[in-house]
């Protein structure tokens, strides 16, 4: 069974930090190209960061260049977020994907709210 679990979300204050992770299981992790997406209430989803297969390539949306950081273990079959200097309008449900030509999977999704 494919599932996809992210975790580590959660409230934080403006310029604060979180790591998201995203555990992959009943699938060859490796094989992805993986991406981190989020969505705001009344806000279509976004693609926030990608990572290709070896991890070697990344690519962000500008909002978040320099603030965010994705990578991947593929010894782990996890995938992970860090995100720093944390605003307000990075408040939106995450959401990681695994994507290749035979396929896509979502996982279900991490609340990250940044208030004070």
């Known amino acids: 069974q494919v599932q996809l679990v992210e975790s580590g979300g959660g409230l934080v204050q403006p310029g604060g930090s979180l790591r998201l992770s995203c555990a992959a299981s009943?699938?060859?992790?490796?094989?992805?190209?993986m991406s981190w997406h989020r969505q705001a209430p009344g806000k279509e989803r976004e693609l926030v960061a990608s990572?290709?297969?070896?991890?070697?390539?990344?690519s962000y949306v500008d909002s978040v260049k320099g603030r965010f950081t994705i990578s991947r273990n593929n010894a782990k079959d996890t995938l992970y977020l860090q995100m720093n200097s944390l605003k307000p309008e990075d408040t939106a449900v995450y959401y990681c994907?695994?994507?290749?030509?035979?396929?896509?999977?979502w996982g279900r999704g991490t609340q990250v709210t940044v208030s004070a």
């Open positions: 009943g699938f060859i992790f490796s094989s992805y190209v």
């Open positions: 990572i290709s297969i070896s991890g070697g390539t990344t």
């Open positions: 994907k695994a994507v290749r030509p035979s396929g896509v999977y």
